[in-house]
């Protein structure tokens, strides 16, 4: 395509924020802007700073409205393609916007991180989109199964993870197939995958680099906090009494808890029992950190978490891992994805600082492909093209089953108080108590949760996180 084309990422919280201004960011020659959307999960702009680190967006290509400005807006610039990034429910409203357009632009849907096991709602929400990204083999192949479970037949394009961009990706490629992909040849699926031993002695490499020009000294441990993982009060409490142990073990380095949230701050997801509250005491080298994870990771000696994206971002900078399986290895803790990486580790290794590397076997499946076949804007171009020629069909958003009621409470549970509708008051209250009803018998329905042989669930998360805060 000759002309530049616009896109623009529609977002509000955290984690959607960053991730959609990363992703935007690795496609060159587009005209690019965000559009932050008012809810109760929105950014502040300390958050969205942080979320915005490294992408070079500018204030320029930043803009802030509220829910009801949204198709004026869109109607006025006219985007070829819109990348929705948000939580589900969010995803659903905005596509509804956008159906009334007269001129409807490319649909791209995608999740903000390691995305394993496939959830239900992230695809059901997401079914009118034109393109839902993901970031491995195993996600694609995840989604594509859970699709065909529950009759959802989405596209799905292959991303890298915006966060794992680095030189790691391609010196994980081995040169042969980035040459004879290059020339056209047909690869088998035992062809395309990197050899293990080139994985090994490459990410070997980069790690020396990094260790070579790193100031100041990488030392720190880094434990990167989760809202919803683990959840209960005890599990968070004992994390916190681990990460004092080390940093006690080593009074001479730092141990880092990078948080997503100040108080006042919302994030993706609800999180009810904060790290900041659960040290009763603590040594001077454990501090709380706020910046860019990319900033902790320039200082960190490991990066320690239970299942957070951040494990990918800094194995991507060669930083060592530890996925803490204190509390078991489970889909509800979101951490299956680690299953034969070689980082899963105790609460006693985080103490004696036993980081390591992934088995590089695991790698190809998860999230370190090569960048050449990340094939998600090369199919949204096609989309592009077919829009444009009046051959790509309709994908609009489905009907609220229960009507205007419906409809009325899905609105409120997104926007919260910025919908001050009479009709949004009278759903939530009808709404709220049914809607939790129906959840429960859902759940009890069958338990995809606990299975082990798969990497999808079919019920609603077992823990119950609202919207609305």
Avoid at 177 to 196: K, M, W, Y
Avoid at 319 to 347: E, H, M, Q, W
Avoid at 444 to 458: F, H, I, K, P, R
Wanted: hydrophobic letters at 40%; aromatic letters at 6%; glycine letters at 8%.
């Amino acid at each position: 395509m000759s002309a530049r084309l616009r896109v623009v990422a529609i977002a509000d919280a955290d984690s959607f924020v960053k991730w959609s201004a990363s992703l935007l960011s690795g496609v060159d020659g587009i005209r690019r802007h965000l559009l932050i959307v008012s809810t109760p999960l929105t950014v502040s702009r300390e958050q969205e700073r942080t979320a915005l680190a490294g992408t070079g967006f500018t204030d320029a290509e930043v803009t802030r409205l509220s829910f009801d400005e949204v198709r004026g807006w869109l109607a006025g610039h006219q985007p070829d393609a819109v990348v929705l990034a948000g939580r589900g429910a969010f995803v659903r409203l905005i596509g509804g916007q956008i159906d009334r357009l007269e001129r409807r632009p490319v649909v791209v849907g995608g999740l903000p991180g390691m995305s394993i096991p496939a959830q239900r709602g992230a695809l059901e929400y997401r079914r009118h989109c034109d393109l839902v990204v993901l970031h491995s083999h195993r996600e694609r192949r995840a989604f594509a199964e859970l699709g065909t479970r529950i009759g959802v037949d989405v596209p799905l394009g292959l991303a890298t993870l915006p966060y794992a961009r680095s030189s790691l990706v391609e010196r994980a490629a081995p040169a042969s197939f980035v040459e004879r992909e290059a020339r056209g040849e047909t690869l088998s699926r035992s062809q395309t995958r990197p050899d293990s031993r080139v994985l090994a002695q490459r990410m070997t490499v980069r790690t020396e680099e990094r260790a070579e020009t790193l100031r100041p000294p990488a030392t720190d441990l880094v434990f990167a906090s989760q809202a919803m993982v683990p959840v209960e009060r005890h599990e968070r409490a004992a994390i916190a009494e681990i990460l004092v142990r080390a940093a006690e073990a080593n009074p001479r380095r730092r141990v880092v808890v990078k948080l997503r949230s100040r108080r006042g701050e919302a994030e993706t997801h609800l999180e009810r029992d904060a790290y900041a509250d659960l040290f009763a005491s603590r040594p001077a080298n454990l501090v709380f950190s706020y910046q860019p994870m990319v900033v902790a990771l320039e200082r960190a000696e490991g990066l320690v978490t239970v299942s957070s994206t951040a494990a990918i971002e800094a194995l991507a900078a060669g930083v060592p891992v530890i996925a803490l399986d204190t509390f078991g290895v489970r889909k509800s803790l979101l951490n299956t994805v680690f299953i034969g990486s070689g980082l899963l580790g105790s609460g006693e290794e985080v103490v004696r600082r036993q980081f390591r590397h992934p088995h590089p076997g695991w790698m190809w499946e998860n999230y370190f492909h090569p960048a050449s076949e990340s094939g998600w804007w090369s199919d949204v171009e096609k989309l592009i093209a077919q829009r444009r020629a009046g051959t790509l069909a309709p994908r609009p958003v489905p009907q609220p089953r229960a009507g205007a009621l419906h409809a009325a409470w899905h609105r409120k549970s997104v926007l919260g108080s910025t919908d001050r509708s009479l009709a949004g008051a009278v759903a939530l209250a009808v709404g709220t108590p049914l809607v939790r009803g129906i959840l429960s018998r859902r759940r009890a329905a069958t338990d995809t949760w606990s299975e082990t042989g798969t990497d999808y669930t079919l019920e609603p998360a077992p823990h119950v996180d609202s919207l609305r805060r």
